[in-house]
């Protein structure tokens, strides 16, 4: 089967390896589609910690079921189009003893701590496994990346009714903005680009401010009353727009933290305690997040297709990778043909 590996920064490979067999508790999946995420660009660049090479990329999957597992209930059935939570939890540490194993101590993320989906077959336990009767492959490509943001909306409480911002409006924003308007919130998208803001309006912002030519801080002002929004998520990661959250949101206000800063950061913290705020981090997403994205998805609820900017095929996947990287505010999300539909 043909496999894609990121070998070192900057250098790919395609080659043929033998497909795996199932385990009892495994299914064998056929891949067809793979959507890129920021952490597989990152690993092309050398500017993920977490990963060793080489490295199979790819967690955001679309496949058909091709083969099960002696162990594997009969309602995963072969033929079935599936997509595929990619994490990992070791069931032993404090996390996970209390429920929330989305953000393991030992977590692996395929493609990013072991090999990923960028391949013809992979094998995954069936308890990984979601199903949509009424979503396309295209669309099961999208459903993992969304979670994220579907993650970051619950553990910001966010509530019908809520002011939020987001700060940055590439997929993963996109899915928190799309994920919040579903809660009943009022959300503004913030991003300097105008073509990811209208985007943001797609996945249902009231409204969007472009951060490099408006003045954000006025436009809140107006836009809450002088109170500021009771909720930011920070979806950049950036110090400044790490700070931004904390000086914009409401006093008793809920900041959630997506991204990771690309440098130390550096607070007022007396705003912390005059605020008396909620600061959290979300880190991946749980069972939940996946049904209620799937539910948002077959609603028709978000711009599945002005999202996706670019599809390659397997055999292009070093292309995708390179013009990415040299242009990379000219892309929201591409996807990687692995086989035909």
């Known amino acids: 089967m043909k496999t894609f590996a990121i070998t070192a920064p900057g250098e790919t490979r395609l080659f043929e390896k033998s497909p795996p067999e199932p385990a009892p508790n495994d299914v064998l999946l056929r891949i067809h589609i793979v959507g890129c995420c920021g952490s597989d660009l ?49 069931g032993h540490c404090n996390s996970c003893r209390s429920g929330r194993f989305n953000c393991c101590r030992y977590n692996e993320t395929l493609g990013v701590q072991r090999d990923g989906a960028m391949t013809e077959y992979l094998t995954v336990p069936w308890q990984k ?55 009943g919130a009022e959300v503004l998208g913030v991003d300097i680009d105008d073509t990811k803001l209208d985007l943001a309006q797609q996945a249902g912002a009231a409204a969007t401010v472009n951060s490099a030519s408006e003045d954000v801080h006025e436009w809140l002002q ?39 800063a690309k440098a130390p950061v550096q607070y007022e913290t007396k705003l912390f305690v005059q605020k008396e705020l909620n600061i959290c981090g979300s880190r991946n997403a749980t069972p939940t997040d996946f049904k209620s994205v799937i539910s948002m998805l077959e609603a028709k609820k978000f711009p599945i297709d002005a999202v996706v900017t670019k599809k390659y095929s397997l055999d292009d996947a070093a292309q995708a990778f390179q013009a990415w990287d040299a242009a990379p505010a000219a892309y929201t999300k591409i996807l990687v043909q692995i086989s035909k539909e």
């Open 42 to 90: 990152n690993t092309f660049r050398g500017l993920n910690p977490m990963v060793t090479y080489p490295r199979v990329p790819g967690h955001e999957i679309a496949a058909t079921i091709e083969e099960t597992g002696t162990n594997v209930p009969d309602e995963w059935h072969l033929g079935m189009q599936v997509t595929v939570s990619p994490y990992t939890s070791c």
């Open 222 to 260: 107006l836009w809450t009353d002088d109170e500021g929004p009771q909720a930011v998520i920070e979806a950049i990661g950036l110090p400044q727009t790490f700070r931004a959250a904390v000086e914009e949101v409401a006093f008793a206000g809920r900041v959630v933290y997506l991204g990771y």
């Open 129 to 183: 496994l979601f199903h949509s009767d009424k979503l396309s492959l295209k669309e099961l490509a999208l459903v993992e990346p969304l979670t994220v943001g579907s993650h970051a909306v619950d553990r910001g409480d966010i509530t019908n009714g809520d002011k939020v911002m987001v700060l940055g409006c590439g997929t993963i924003g996109l899915g928190t903005i799309a994920a919040a308007a579903m809660r």
